[in-house]
Structure formats: structure tokens, C-alpha cells
């Protein structure tokens, strides 16, 4: 009897394990929900470890392709519509490329109801989320409007002030910067520069075109074009310029050295050009506005229009781009500037830059988002910008003699490699 006993407890105690163990490899192997999201920047990985934190059921395969790469294979999964992610993120270089590809999901449809997003953001976003119909393609969540960021120590000798408000005043014109630029120039032997490179003044201007690349198959230069051109060689005849490379060495080394007074550049460029590429200037920089409001760079999420997961799709992109929580943390954490500009301004009143003397960085680029124009988009903007500032730089160290030469020789290489666009 003993032994029969001792049998059945071993067969039971069996069996008990066997069913805790079936339960426990049965909550173990329950599938989580996935999302499959492609991207070329660093960042989004801070956003998805926050999204998964709020959403444990999720799980987001993330994949970073290198941004040589990138645009190409984005294109061509969406081409084929094969292996394409349920979200990408496109940096705005190529987003009026993209946007009008039609494999993206209509956003301003139900249940999706983007437009309510949009309320919250800056208008110039707003336009830029939008296809050429008007339908919401995309959303940002970064707001990129620009200032010029200044060395204090600089400005204070030469210029007599730091004050943000005084200075932005002394630069509110470009001819007050092309005086500025003589003056320093001469007053420092040749040492010191009112901007590093002509690309300071083009960053600017582009973003104030009127009139896209094309117009019914017809190549347009815009009159902002025509007029920077003289403005660029003015301020490469006067040294106002240090005819520094643009993201070179020399002008990197010239915000630790101080040789160079403005640097025009938009939000990001707080902590990822100048605290990184100058940190022992710390508490040296400021922020003024310059002759005209600008925006620069910027990275926009879309969804692939036949994805099987667009519910959890849509539920990161509201994340990325509204959640007041998620936002309100990436902002202060990150001294990140979002589209959103109803928290913008929340946050505005508090935050502060040691970096920049303990200067409302916030409440200046709230100021500045507003003012930012729409500048008008196509397709074909990245291939002719480069085109563009290729003979631009060309005509300004002397290959062409005159601007005509130069616009002769960019609408040639236009028309040879975009034989569909009228160039006369």
C-alpha cells in the first residue's frame, strides 16, 4: 500500500508540473503585437523605448539603415511593395519626394483624423505634412524654425552688447550685417568674420522662395535666387564670409576658436553642432533674429497604406507627435524643440540654456516658428539644390565670370539630366 501511495503522489506531482509548466510556456510564447518601423536617425530609438514602456503589448521591430542608403531602399520597397515597414521616417531633404509616392496611407481620412494633430503645430509644418492635393501624407515632430546663434564675447566687444533683443535689432537687415562684417573684419586684422561661409546666407534665402523648381514642366528660378546670388558675392568681396566649407573642419574649429560672430541655424543646432563641436564655449553663445524668419531640416513619420498593422502604426505616430507626456519629457530631456507648439509655449516661460547664458531658448524659437514662411516644395528640390549650390559655389571662387555663365551652365545641366523639364 505504501509503495502504491508513494506512486500516485509522484504521478501527480507530475502532472502538476507538467500543467504549471505548459502554463508558464504558454504565457511565455504569447505573441506580442508587432511593428516593423525603418529609420535613418539615431533618435527614433528613444521614442520607441518610450512607446514600448507605455504600450508592454507592442513590440517594435526597429531597423536602422544608414542614411547613404536609406532614400534608395525606401524607395524601392515602396516601388515593388514588398518587406515595406508600416512606418518610415523621412528627413525633409526628401519628404516632397516621398510624400507624393502613392503608397502612403491617407491621413486625413477617419479614423485617422489627422487634421486635429495639425491644429497643434506650427503652419509652416502643416503645409509641409500635406501633398500637393492637401491631404495629410505624413506628421512631424520636430519643429526646426531658426535663429542666429552668436558669440556673446564677440558681439559685446565689436558690437558694444550681448543683449538678444539689441542685437537681433543691429542684424535685422542684410545690409546691416554686410556693415557689421566689413567693420569686424578690418578692426580685427582679418582675424574675425561676421558669418563662416556663403552657405550662412543661402540657409536663410532658400527658405524664403516664392516660386517652386518647376511650374507646369517648366524650370523657374525664384527672384529670392536671383537676388541672393548678389547678395553672396557682395559678402565674398567684402571678407564678410570666412569662405568656410559648410559642416567643414575649419568652420567646425571656428566656434571653439571664436573667429566667426553669427551662425545661422535652426533648433537642432543647439545640441548636436554647437554643444557637441564646442563644449568648453559653454555660457559664450546667444540667440538673435535675424534679416528674415527661417526653418532648416526637420524628419517627418509616414505609414505604408497597406499595412496590416495600421491601428498600432497610427498609435505610435499620435505618440510621436501629441502625446503631452512622451513630449513634454523629450523636450526637457532632450532640449528638444517639437512641432507641436501648444506644449512649445507650455514649456516656454521655464526653460532655459546655460549654453546660451541662460537665455528662454524655447520662447525665442516659439516666436520664430511662427513667423517661419511656407516655402513651396517638389520633387525635384533635392537633385536641383544640389545642382544649384554646386555652381553657386563655383561662380563665387571665380570659374564663372559672370552670373549669367552661371545660370547658363546650371539650366544646361538640368535639362541634360531632366530632359522632361523645359529649361529655356
Known amino acids: 500500500m505504501r509503495k502504491k501511495f508513494l506512486f500516485v503522489c509522484i504521478i501527480v506531482h507530475l502532472s502538476l508540473s507538467l500543467i504549471l509548466s505548459g502554463c508558464s510556456l504558454s504565457a511565455s510564447n504569447e505573441k506580442k503585437k508587432e511593428l516593423t518601423i525603418w529609420t535613418f536617425t539615431d533618435e527614433a530609438k528613444y521614442a520607441v523605448g518610450k512607446f514600448e514602456e507605455k504600450n508592454p503589448d507592442i513590440h517594435v521591430n526597429l531597423l536602422f539603415i544608414t542614411n547613404d542608403n536609406y532614400v534608395q531602399k525606401l524607395i524601392s520597397v515602396l516601388q515593388v511593395e514588398k518587406n515595406v515597414p508600416d512606418i518610415f521616417f523621412v528627413e525633409n531633404t526628401y519628404w516632397p519626394q516621398i510624400k507624393e509616392i502613392p503608397r502612403l496611407e491617407n491621413l486625413t481620412q477617419s479614423p485617422y483624423n489627422a487634421e486635429e494633430i495639425l491644429e497643434q503645430q506650427f503652419k509652416y509644418i502643416q503645409d509641409i505634412e500635406k501633398d500637393e492635393e492637401g491631404i495629410v501624407r505624413g506628421l512631424g515632430y520636430q519643429g526646426t524654425p531658426g535663429g542666429f546663434y552668436y558669440r556673446r564675447d564677440l558681439t559685446k566687444e565689436y558690437l558694444g552688447t550681448d543683449d538678444p533683443d539689441e542685437v537681433s535689432e543691429m542684424i535685422s537687415s542684410w545690409d546691416k550685417i554686410m556693415a557689421i562684417g566689413e567693420r569686424v573684419y578690418e578692426k580685427s586684422g582679418g582675424e574675425i568674420h561676421a558669418l563662416g561661409g556663403w552657405n550662412d546666407i543661402d540657409v536663410v534665402e532658400s527658405a524664403n522662395i516664392k516660386e517652386p523648381w518647376v511650374i507646369d514642366g517648366k524650370l523657374v528660378i525664384d527672384s529670392v535666387r536671383m537676388n541672393e546670388l548678389d547678395l553672396l558675392k557682395e559678402a565674398r568681396e567684402k571678407n564678410v564670409e570666412a569662405k568656410y566649407e559648410s559642416g567643414g573642419p575649419a568652420k567646425t574649429a571656428s566656434m571653439q576658436k571664436g573667429t566667426v560672430m553669427f551662425y545661422p541655424a535652426a533648433t537642432w543646432g543647439l545640441p548636436y553642432t554647437f554643444e557637441k563641436d564646442a563644449p568648453e564655449t559653454a555660457g559664450k553663445w546667444g540667440l538673435a533674429h535675424g534679416p528674415k524668419s527661417f526653418?532648416?531640416?526637420?524628419?517627418?513619420?509616414?505609414?505604408?497604406?497597406?499595412?496590416?498593422?495600421?491601428?498600432?502604426?497610427?498609435?505610435?505616430?499620435?505618440?510621436?507627435?501629441?502625446?503631452?507626456?512622451?513630449?513634454?519629457?523629450?523636450?526637457?530631456?532632450?532640449?528638444?524643440?517639437?512641432?507641436?507648439?501648444?506644449?512649445?509655449?507650455?514649456?516656454?516661460?521655464?526653460?532655459?540654456?546655460?549654453?546660451?547664458?541662460?537665455?528662454?531658448?524655447?520662447?525665442?524659437?516659439?516666436?520664430?516658428?511662427?513667423?517661419?514662411?511656407?516655402?513651396?516644395?517638389?520633387?525635384?528640390?533635392?537633385?536641383?539644390?544640389?545642382?544649384?549650390?554646386?555652381?553657386?559655389?563655383?561662380?563665387?571662387?571665380?570659374?564663372?565670370?559672370?552670373?549669367?555663365?552661371?545660370?547658363?551652365?546650371?539650366?544646361?545641366?538640368?535639362?541634360?539630366?531632366?530632359?522632361?523639364?523645359?529649361?529655356?
Open 295 to 424: 526653418s532648416s531640416g526637420g524628419t517627418y513619420l509616414a505609414m505604408y497604406n497597406k499595412s496590416e498593422n495600421k491601428d498600432l502604426a497610427w498609435e505610435f505616430m499620435k505618440f510621436y507627435t501629441s502625446d503631452s507626456d512622451f513630449l513634454k519629457e523629450l523636450a526637457e530631456s532632450q532640449q528638444y524643440f517639437l512641432s507641436n507648439k501648444d506644449i512649445d509655449s507650455e514649456l516656454a516661460p521655464k526653460l532655459t540654456s546655460e549654453f546660451l547664458g541662460g537665455q528662454k531658448y524655447f520662447e525665442f524659437f516659439v516666436e520664430a516658428g511662427e513667423q517661419v514662411p511656407s516655402a513651396p516644395q517638389t520633387k525635384y528640390d533635392n537633385d536641383f539644390n544640389g545642382i544649384w549650390s554646386d555652381k553657386v559655389n563655383n561662380y563665387l571662387n571665380g570659374r564663372y565670370k559672370t552670373k549669367e555663365e552661371m545660370l547658363e551652365s546650371f539650366k544646361t545641366e538640368v535639362g541634360h539630366n531632366f530632359p522632361e523639364i523645359d529649361v529655356n
